[in-house]
């Protein structure tokens, strides 16, 4: 096996390291109203090459939520690549993505379940944008005139 040096795309994401705290505006389904949730996440690396994100937050309805986001770049494909698992799912989403051109948005492409029918799937969009010292998440769905819509922000502090 040889060994494969960090790109500029690695070290990329090792900004992302780090204590974070966040609070989180979901709409649990189209046109419903925004909940919060409140929560924290940590994110570490594995090597140079990937990072590992784990993070657990309340729920509106009282419980906890708990996920892990594993994100790499493949210089092969020139893509960023990953996946991300939560306790209330049993779907893994497995994403791939590019950084725009000022480094600061990156964009990663997944399907999962649909809202309207868990039996169907749908094209999500997660962005992940680091502005200095804080960072921010938004999660779209492609709607079935083809256009994404927002249905969760979250905005991360480091704590």
């Given at each position: 096996?040889?060994?494969?040096?960090?790109?500029?795309?690695?070290?990329?994401?090792?900004?992302?390291?780090?204590?974070?705290?966040?609070t989180?505006?979901?709409?649990?389904?189209?046109?419903?109203?925004?909940?919060?949730?409140?929560?924290?996440?940590?994110?570490?690396?594995?090597?140079?090459?990937?990072?590992?994100?784990e993070?657990?937050?309340?729920?509106?309805?009282?419980?906890?939520?708990?996920?892990?986001?594993?994100?790499?770049?493949?210089?092969?494909?020139?893509?960023?690549?990953?996946?991300?698992?939560g306790?209330?799912?049993?779907?893994?989403?497995?994403?791939?993505?590019?950084?725009?051109?000022?480094?600061?948005?990156?964009?990663?492409?997944?399907?999962?379940?649909?809202?309207?029918?868990?039996?169907?799937?749908?094209?999500?969009?997660?962005?992940?944008?680091?502005?200095?010292?804080?960072?921010?998440?938004?999660?779209?769905?492609?709607?079935?005139?083809?256009?994404?819509?927002?249905?969760?922000?979250?905005?991360?502090?480091?704590?």
């Open positions: 096996m040889s060994h494969i040096e960090p790109h500029e795309e690695h070290r990329w994401l090792h900004k992302l390291l780090g204590d974070w705290s966040f989180s505006k979901c709409a649990i389904e189209p046109g419903a109203d925004p909940v919060g949730m409140h929560g924290r996440e940590t994110v570490r690396a594995l090597g140079d090459l990937w990072i590992i994100a993070g657990a937050g309340d729920t509106p309805d009282g419980g906890t939520m708990s996920y892990v986001m594993i994100l790499g770049y493949d210089p092969q494909r020139k893509r960023f690549v990953g996946s991300w698992v306790s209330p799912m049993s779907q893994m989403f497995v994403y791939e993505g590019v950084l725009d051109d000022a480094g600061e948005i990156l964009t990663l492409e997944t399907t999962g379940p649909d809202f309207s029918d868990p039996m169907k799937t749908a094209r999500y969009r997660d962005v992940i944008e680091i502005r200095g010292d804080d960072r921010a998440l938004r999660s779209l769905l492609l709607d079935g005139d083809g256009n994404w819509q927002e249905f969760m922000h979250v905005p991360y502090r480091r704590a």
